[in-house]
């Protein structure tokens, strides 16, 4: 079993930036990827960016491409999302996900990828 905890998130204005962090402990060892997903009020819960976790190659929404950044410490079992830019689309709860199952990258993008998750996180951009 694999434990998530999320921190950052709150309220900025449009144009600024937050950082979101999750922390990972218990079987980390066997974690092969790391994501975060986010869920608006009455819409369903959508990708947004993952990082492999050996090797660090990292995966974006298009929505958030060039805006947000993922990256990760192996040391310290954590990952983190850096946003900028935030715009009120943005606005929903966040979620940190790591999976410990193999699937190609290009499965990274759906929540079956990821068996273990974060409690969430509120992120609400105000115009």
């Known amino acids: 079993q694999v434990q998530l905890v999320e921190s950052g998130g709150g309220l900025v204005q449009t144009g600024g930036s937050l950082s979101l962090s999750c922390a990972a402990s218990?079987?980390?060892?066997?974690?092969?990827?790391m994501g975060w997903f986010r869920q608006a009020p009455g819409k369903e819960r959508e990708f947004v960016a993952a990082?492999?976790?050996?090797?660090?190659?990292?995966f974006y929404a298009d929505s958030v491409k060039g805006r947000f950044t993922i990256s990760r410490d192996k040391a310290k079992n954590t990952e983190y999302l850096q946003m900028n830019s935030l715009v009120p689309e943005d606005t929903a709860v966040y979620f940190c996900?790591?999976?410990?199952?193999?699937?190609?990258?290009?499965?990274?993008?759906?929540?079956?990828?990821?068996?273990?998750w974060g409690q969430g996180t509120q992120v609400t951009v105000s115009s």
């Open positions: 996900a790591a999976g410990d199952k193999s699937y190609t990258t290009d499965y990274y993008y759906n929540h079956g990828a990821y068996n273990y």
């Open positions: 218990g079987r980390t060892s066997r974690m092969l990827r």
């Open positions: 990082i492999s976790w050996n090797v660090g190659i990292t």
